[in-house]
């Protein structure tokens, strides 16, 4: 297996770096370096690209608006001499935040993330493709210190992320689990749950209301995300203002 990755800055040594870096990884294949992020745009959509390399404080066109330009966003691993951004980074889901001048080793941990993460996806599309004759999973398990416990879906009201961490709450019970929320959104039915904010995920069924930008369940608001609500648009087929 091999990632198909490219490399966004306008510095040289910084292509150059990474190039280097690249290149001792086997499962890392470089496809192309490009100064400026509008160049990238074509090679994105016309083939595989896996994970980007992406600087953010580029001249023009930077890399947090470059990723929010995307429809469907490789995996990212930011490069940058800037600490400010790591908030937004976390925000925008990248895999991780690599500050200049980067080392070798904490370079590999970084890709040791995305590769993790680029097999959940594949494990997860590959089960949809599967499922077309099975019956669908309607339970997951929360695990709670020693023990997994067994979350009927039906019974899901809302789930909230914190991180590493996500609380998945019921009409009387708050379940607290290790795992990041774009994990668990890959893992659900999308028929059945949709992600509304960087923060939220929530029951389709359970939904009461929805105005101006709020979700309304069981006495519960939750907050729709810009980024998000044409999604939420084009899944429920209304028109949000």
């Known amino acids: 297996m091999k990632l198909i990755c490219i490399t966004i800055d306008d510095e040289h040594l ?118 077309n004759t099975d019956e669908e999973q309607d339970f997951i398990f929360i695990k709670s210190g020693y023990r997994s416990i067994k979350v009927k879906l039906g019974d899901i009201l809302y789930i909230e992320g914190l991180k590493e961490y996500a609380n998945i709450f019921t009409e009387d019970k708050k379940y607290t689990m290790l795992e990041r929320l774009k994990n668990l959104e890959l893992t659900l039915p999308s028929n059945k749950f949709i992600r509304v904010h960087k923060s939220f995920i929530v029951a389709i069924d359970k939904i009461d209301a929805i105005y101006g930008n709020i979700i309304e369940l069981k006495n519960k608001t939750i907050p729709i995300g810009s980024t998000y609500k044409k999604e939420i648009e084009n899944t429920l087929q209304l028109r949000l203002k």
């Open 14 to 131: 910084a292509h150059k770096l990474l190039a280097d870096y690249i290149k001792k990884v086997p499962m890392l294949e470089l496809a192309g370096q490009f100064k400026k992020a509008a160049d990238a745009l074509e090679i994105i959509n016309t083939r595989q690209v896996d994970l980007i390399f992406l600087d953010i404080q580029m001249p023009g066109f930077t890399g947090i608006e470059f990723m929010e330009s995307l429809q469907n966003k490789p995996l990212v691993i930011f490069t940058t001499a800037y600490s400010q951004y790591a908030l937004k980074g976390y925000e925008l889901e990248v895999i991780d935040y690599l500050l200049t001048p980067i080392e070798f080793e904490r370079f590999i941990k970084a890709v040791n993330k995305a590769v993790k993460q680029f097999m959940l996806q594949s494990n997860h599309e590959n089960r949809t493709e599967n499922t």
